[in-house]
């Protein structure tokens, strides 16, 4: 094999690799279904719990490998993990240009942040408050939008707050005393 | 612990004139004004002479009733959306919208199609980007709805812009800052301010958000964040738009850096995108199998310059 054979080979393999197949991790149990259907032949289970590799996402479902089969699951059974520890994520790397001063994280670079003093000291600004209102638009307007993009009202029941034990008092201010 | 000292403070200064704060919540509650008490115990007026024509002063709309309005729950529209309009105005004292015109149109756009989805379609719903590379997103009563651009420049498609909007609609229509605001503390310190020094109602609601904008840097409790989520699912579902959009973009925000400035604000009144995610994933289950598949709409999302 001549150099130029090996760097072919080498590039094949590199586009070939699923280089974003990201980890994921099972939230819940759920089937293994052929298609992005819950109509669709189920072909095998994940657990709760177990890693994954994701492969592709359409709608409401994730295509994944779970011990060597390849399946879709709901969207919101697998949560992906690509990233979670903050390695070589280019934010990290944002991050590292900024320092730490007494528990409040101070930007020392270029982009510019909400901060919470500039909130505090905020004086009202009633020609950019006007500007906003401007803005506005009216329903038919709004309805006409959607329509040029071919949406249209589906009915939707509400999402009930899923059974558990609501804690009593939280960690933060506005609900916290 | 500096706000709990300050409702500390407050409730102090309450009990030192605890007389007639009693007297002034009495009153509120029988619907009488404070003003017409006093009138009532002061010697009755003498016809006077026609006062000399006084130059105009601001329009002040007198503070106790929308305190009562607040204390009794039966808020008016109109009432809800001044103390929107006050703290809107306040953060745009902070931060400027994004001067472009053509995003801040499409936005509202997008929003108000998706809070047409709701059960208050009728607010006067406004939009708006703010120009700052924070990733975060607000709400305020009576429909203003902001988010920022360092948000918005992570988004990919229409339908991730519409469940965040729906997610802040939710907090709107779900009146979750109106109901912090109803807590009895809140009201006891806006009394005691009210029944010493406070007149008019634009003082009113500045005591009772605090400083400036201050109040959208103080989170929520976490069950009105896991609620919104809910609801921003469901209103860009039933607007036609992938429905799984939201959940899309929380993920992708769970994987910011808990390092990075950009999401500190974020993540200091929220509970963490891992964590909302994994809610609605046990919220949601099986309920929206038989959802037909929603639009993304990526062809038309207003690219940032």
């Given at each position: 094999m001549t150099c130029k054979q090996w760097f072919a080979a080498l590039l094949v393999g590199w586009l070939a690799a699923p280089a974003w197949a990201a980890g994921g991790l099972m939230l819940r149990d759920d089937s293994l279904r052929a298609a992005a259907s819950a109509a669709s032949a189920v072909v095998g289970k994940a657990a709760k719990g177990s890693e994954v590799e994701i492969l592709a996402s359409k709608g409401g479902w994730t295509q994944i490998r779970a011990a060597g089969r390849t399946g879709w699951v709901r969207l919101l059974s697998v949560r992906s993990t690509a990233g979670d520890a903050g390695k070589e994520d280019l934010d990290s790397v944002v991050a590292l240009t900024r320092k730490r001063e007494s528990g409040k994280v101070v930007a020392v670079a270029g982009l510019r942040g909400l901060n919470e003093e500039e909130l505090r000291s905020a004086q009202f600004n009633a020609g950019e408050l006007r500007r906003m209102e401007e803005y506005g638009v009216s329903a038919a307007e709004a309805r006409k939008f959607a329509a040029d993009g071919g949406l249209a009202g589906v009915a939707v029941n509400d999402l009930p707050a899923p059974k558990r034990d609501a804690p009593k008092s939280n960690g933060y201010p506005w609900g916290g005393y | 612990m500096k706000v709990r000292i300050a409702v500390l403070l407050a409730c102090m200064a309450v009990s030192a004139q605890a007389g007639d704060i009693d007297r002034f919540f009495k009153d509120l509650l029988k619907g009488k004004r404070p003003a017409e008490q006093q009138q009532t115990m002061a010697p009755p007026p003498q016809p006077a002479p026609q006062p000399a024509p006084q130059p105009a002063a601001p329009p002040e709309r007198p503070a106790d009733q929308l305190l009562r309005a607040l204390m009794s729950g039966n808020m008016s529209v109109e009432e809800e959306r001044r103390i929107g309009e006050k703290i809107a105005g306040n953060f745009l004292g902070a931060v400027k919208l994004v001067p472009d015109a053509n995003l801040q149109r499409y936005v509202n756009l997008v929003g108000r199609w998706v809070a047409l989805q709701s059960d208050r379609p009728d607010l006067a719903w406004h939009f708006g980007v703010v120009d700052t590379d924070d990733i975060n997103a607000f709400a305020s009563p009576g429909g203003y709805i902001f988010l920022t651009k360092g948000l918005y420049r992570r988004l990919g498609n229409e339908a991730e812009l519409a469940g965040v909007l729906g997610h802040e609609i939710g907090h709107v229509i779900r009146k979750h800052h109106i109901k912090v605001m109803q807590q009895s503390q809140f009201i006891a310190l806006g009394a005691s301010l009210l029944g010493r020094k406070m007149k008019d109602e634009n003082q009113l609601i500045q005591n009772l958000i605090?400083?400036?904008?201050?109040i959208m840097s103080r989170g929520l409790d976490k069950e009105s964040e896991f609620e919104a989520d809910r609801v921003g699912m469901v209103l860009a579902a039933r607007a036609g738009y992938d429905a799984f959009s939201l959940p899309k973009v929380l993920e992708d925000i769970g994987h910011v850096s808990d390092q990075d400035s950009r999401v500190a604000l974020l993540f200091k009144t929220h509970p963490h995108p891992r964590d909302r995610f994994d809610r609605l994933a046990e919220a949601v289950g099986d309920r929206l199998d038989n959802l037909p598949e929603g639009k993304t709409l990526g062809q038309r999302f207003y690219v940032l310059r």
């Open positions: - | 605090g400083n400036g904008a201050e």
